[in-house]
């Protein structure tokens, strides 16, 4: 995939100094092999002395190969184009000619998958040092016609999507069971992606959330 990236790099960096590209050149090279090196060490830890460190490796690869799919498939199309472009004039005697354009077709939708990919890396980035601690609490007013009066002012705390697989700072995620903490709930349910994928991403946590407490209990589900 990279190989094929690189493709649609070089029409992006053409219009630089030699010097500069080559610079460029070396440092998209350079970010590959770095990731196959973070890769093996993604491999060769273990996950319990090594569970925040793993847990950041796995997420910048995930950012940059995701966003570099998005590009990918930018490719991809114009390839598409430019493949039923030579395919048609096999079959016409048009000669015609856009290298008069201010920007070709094909320049722009490589830059375009590039930016697609680069605000995809942005939005994740964002998501992984800001939003995956960003905890907002939204009140909610129930009222149920035949609930028993003995329910008046009961106080339930619903916390959803955890993720805790995706947690790399203990100290943020304590922060934010002292939130619900504040809450004064009757009772607590965690509803649901307790987890990413299993049941020992919790263990690192098991700590911070055992914490947590309601006179009426607290519960989950995976």
Known sequence: MDWYLYSGYKVIIKSALPQTQRFLKIGFWGLTLLNVGLLILFHSLPAKAYWGLKVGLATFLFAQYFSK???????????????VKWVYSLFTSSSASVKGEPISRHSFIVKAGM????GMIAALSWGIVKGAYDYRVKRRRIVLKNLPSSFDGFKIVQISDIHSGSFWD????????ELIQEQNADVIF????????????????????NKLKAPHGVFSIF
């Open 69 to 83: 799919i998005i590009w990918l498939l930018f490719l991809v199309m114009d390839d598409l184009i430019r493949l």
């Open 190 to 209: 965690f509803t649901g992606d307790l987890v990413n994928n299993q049941a020992s991403e919790m263990e690192p946590y098991m700590e911070v959330f």
């Open 170 to 177: 203990t100290k943020a995620v304590m922060k934010g069971v």
């Open 115 to 118: 930016l697609a990919g680069t």
